[in-house]
């Protein structure tokens, strides 16, 4: 079993140039453990992402404005990652830790919606989407920016010299 971690990690590294994501055990929730990354490569820092306004047909502070729930807002928010990533001569891949704040969804009792954000972010990250996967912290928060924002995301990705 110790071989079989070890060549993962060595395959993982060769396929990311330096980079290691470690696994996170007995789990196949999509996320590393930790990240190492190289002294060769230089940190890029996002800052916090909200959803943008996807239809101007609503109120401002309707959540329906942003993507509705907290799955659409989650999709609407990782898409706007990828975009300024992209920018960045970047791609998802290239995320190495996530911070995710979640407000309580009023559908929910006020608790956040962890489904609804299981399900968008799948569709970026893991097997059927890439398998690079970030270290990530999630939380609750009492609120955003505005009180129709259910998601924000920021991200740190690594750019190898």
Do not use: C, W
């Amino acid at each position: 079993m110790v071989a079989v971690f070890s060549l993962n990690t060595t395959l993982i590294q060769a396929n990311e140039q330096g980079v290691i994501r470690h696994p996170v055990a007995h789990s196949n929730v999509p996320v590393s453990a930790a990240v190492e990354v190289p002294a060769s490569a230089s940190l890029v820092y996002l800052s916090g992402k909200l959803p943008p306004l996807i239809d101007s047909s609503q109120p401002s502070d309707s959540p329906l404005a942003y993507g509705g729930n907290t799955k659409g807002q989650t999709v609407a928010v990782l898409t706007a990652i990828e975009k300024t990533l992209a920018d960045l001569g970047l791609t998802l891949g290239d995320v190495i830790k996530m911070q995710v704040f979640l407000v309580g969804d009023p559908a929910l009792d006020n608790k956040m919606d962890l489904a609804g954000f299981t399900e968008g972010y799948a569709m970026f990250f893991g097997a059927q989407a890439q398998s690079n996967l970030p270290a990530r912290t999630l939380m609750q928060v009492s609120g955003l920016a505005n009180k129709a924002f259910l998601v924000e995301i920021d991200v740190i990705a690594v750019r190898r010299n």
